[in-house]
């Protein structure tokens, strides 16, 4: 392995929000824990973007900046990773992912429509649509055969609903990790398009697709679509950049686009990050070997979490993990209730986890671990976790107790 992925580097004095002992205190009310929540990793970037980085540092000048470089090194990066042809007209820029969603929902919704989503999903999702005036509307996806799958009864008939504007799907799925089908996708699309509801798609996962699988972009299924179509990519979570704030928003429907751009004008964004384009160029062009070594570390990493938890918390159960370093975690088997679970694991083993009920109700007695780390200190928290369970007499072969006061 050319790459070295094994290395623990300090984040804790470094800014970072998934380390900083503020973000925990908010969030766990404590600061003491050992963090596996957000979706940053704790790896280096590639080396070609810290040159690229540093080149532009000693340059001394860091103004107002605009090139392109950075999107022709995109639209190079998904023709040839998933043949998609994407023109750069088509691209608008957002500093986030989750910025471009709320631009969305104030471009093409009203204040009281209902957006729909798909829980359990990336709780940012339903925070834009309430804090632009709509309405949460989920379809919840079902488990069947210890498998997620999506109710399309439900979905039709919630997309049927004359007040249904916008559906925000999320593909590679955050958090259950599942890449869903062309055939999945092609009939979610049919029934927005039959029922004129616009779709945003957060791709942002779409190169982290683990075991040989392969993502499907939604707008290379159909051009009949891209009428109802816009979708969201960036290189944050893919090489671990979302400090420098850039996203690629492709939009082909002119009217679409020039909804949404408004949005952008109307809140004074899309200038890029002069960092930023240095650091997506260098990504998308001279990074891709760095990306298979983290994606076969990441595949260790999952099967790793797995054994350990057959040998250690044999009742956890998983799903068919597919893409994303975030693994679904479920600890119903347990028999705990959900403020108990994170009793347990926030306060006891001092791990920072995503509860699952962040995601919404369907999440209840799950936890989203984040495996973007070091083996060693992956293997550490979970010592940790399997300790706390098994002090509780619920370890291997131990009779389920009660939880008593923890």
């Not at 970037?45 to 540093?54: H, K, L, N, R, Y």
């Not at 028999?335 to 108990?340: A, E, N, P, V």
Request: with cysteine.
């Amino acid at each position: 392995m050319m790459y070295d992925f094994d290395s623990i580097i300090d984040r804790r004095s470094s800014n970072s929000v998934k380390w900083s002992g503020l973000s925990l205190r908010q969030l766990y009310g404590r600061s003491d824990l050992k963090p596996f929540w957000i979706a940053d990793m704790d790896f280096a970037v590639a080396p070609a973007i810290q040159t690229a980085v540093m080149e532009k540092a000693k340059h001394g000048i860091y103004g107002y900046s605009h090139g392109d470089s950075h999107v022709h090194a995109f639209i190079d990066w998904v023709k040839r990773r998933f043949n998609w042809k994407v023109r750069a007209e088509w691209i608008q820029h957002t500093p986030g992912v989750v910025t471009a969603l709320n631009l969305a929902v104030n471009a093409f919704c009203e204040p009281g429509d209902q957006v729909m989503i798909q829980e359990p999903v990336y709780y940012p999702f339903a925070n834009a649509i309430r804090n632009n005036g709509c309405h949460v509307l989920s379809n919840d996806l079902v488990i069947k055969n210890g498998a997620y799958e999506i109710d399309f009864a439900d979905f039709a008939e919630k997309a049927r609903r004359p007040d249904t504007r916008m559906f925000i799907l999320c593909s590679p799925h955050n958090p259950i990790g599942r890449l869903w089908t062309r055939e999945e996708l092609a009939r979610m699309m049919e029934i927005c398009k039959e029922n004129n509801v616009i779709v945003v798609a957060d791709e942002i996962h779409c190169d982290l697709v683990l075991h040989g699988s392969r993502h499907q972009v939604v707008a290379e299924l159909d051009r009949a679509y891209h009428r109802h179509l816009v979708t969201c990519m960036a290189p944050s979570k893919t090489f671990n950049l979302a400090g420098l704030q850039m996203s690629f928003i492709v939009i082909e429907d002119a009217e679409l686009r020039r909804r949404f751009a408004r949005q952008i004008q109307k809140n004074g964004l899309g200038m890029p990050n002069a960092f930023a384009i240095e650091a997506v160029t260098a990504a998308y062009n001279e990074s891709e070997d760095w990306l298979e070594e983290l994606l076969d570390y990441l595949a260790d990493n999952a099967a790793f979490v797995r054994g350990f938890c057959r040998e250690y918390l044999s009742r956890v159960r998983f799903f068919k993990h597919e893409a994303t370093y975030l693994m679904w975690l479920d600890f119903r088997d347990y028999g705990l209730k959900d403020l108990d679970l994170q009793t347990l694991i926030f306060h006891q083993a001092k791990i920072a986890m995503d509860a699952g009920v962040w995601f919404g109700h369907c999440g209840e007695g799950f936890m989203r671990l984040n495996i973007a780390a070091p083996r060693a200190v992956l293997e550490d928290a979970l010592r940790d976790l399997a300790a706390v369970f098994k002090e509780r007499g619920m370890g291997p072969d131990q009779p389920e107790t009660a939880m008593g006061n923890l």
